[in-house]
């Protein structure tokens, strides 16, 4: 499976200010994905990342909010934009092996830990 | 809609004793299933999926997984719970046909193996 890395993978920031989350691959790959985790909850998908064009998010996110780019196969970003204390949460990058829907496996990199006070 | 219940919070069991975790789902065609493990602080490890075929799937650690359509179930199961088999288990589920990529999850099991 490809190696997923991102950064930074903690970090605290002040209320009303925007963080940008790296996701890294060691491989090319058609789909991307982040996720967000909320503490205690489970996993939220925010977002498929599509290389050279805008991301395709899903209900209750937005471009505003969650801003993504995908310049190549192997590097996105998630911004997320005035933060407050409800975007506490892990973000997750996440990587589809294969093209399409054909039961291919996600996998997942450690998290990006944010904390907003 | 897809959808994924996970109705045990925790589980507790006893190390060298089996385990069970339970999953249910609900899709609206067939579905693709899938197991992920979380360790304390880390981010999620896939343990295994069923796609078609046997449906009894076998993954990383000596867990496995039986797919039962009738009940629409997904159970995870290892014969000989470990103490470093502690940790949070979700199961996911995405419908083959008009699901895309999206995938759904649980809200999660948190499995304690004690000595």
């Not at chain 1, 789909?31 to 498929?48: C, D, E, K």
Request: charged content about 15%; proline content about 4%; overall charge neutral.
């Amino acid at each position: 499976s490809a190696v997923i890395s991102q950064k930074p993978s903690r970090d605290i920031c002040q209320r009303g200010t925007s963080l940008t989350i790296q996701c890294q691959v060691d491989s090319q790959v058609t789909m991307m994905f982040w996720y967000r985790q909320q503490p205690g909850q489970s996993l939220t998908l925010i977002a498929t990342a599509n290389q050279g064009s805008e991301a395709t998010y899903e209900s209750g996110f937005v471009i505003d909010k969650f801003p993504i780019s995908r310049p190549n196969l192997t590097f996105s970003t998630l911004t997320v934009s005035n933060m407050s204390p409800e975007d506490s949460s892990i973000y997750l990058c996440s990587v589809g092996e294969g093209q399409g829907n054909s039961g291919n496996t996600i996998y997942f990199g450690e998290g990006s830990w944010l904390t907003v006070v | 809609a897809q959808s994924v219940a996970q109705p045990e919070d925790q589980v507790n069991v006893a190390e060298g004793n089996p385990l069970t975790v339970k999953c249910t789902y609900s899709v609206s065609g067939n579905p693709y299933l899938f197991w992920y493990v979380q360790y304390p602080n880390r981010g999620l490890q896939f343990l295994l999926k069923y796609i078609t075929g046997d449906n009894l799937v076998k993954g990383s650690y000596g867990f496995e997984a039986e797919f039962n359509k009738s009940q629409t179930s997904f159970h995870l199961k290892k014969p000989s719970a470990l103490v470093s088999d502690s940790a949070l288990y979700f199961c996911a589920v995405r419908d083959r046909t008009g699901g895309g990529n999206k995938l759904t999850f649980g809200t999660g099991t948190q499995l304690k193996v004690e000595l």
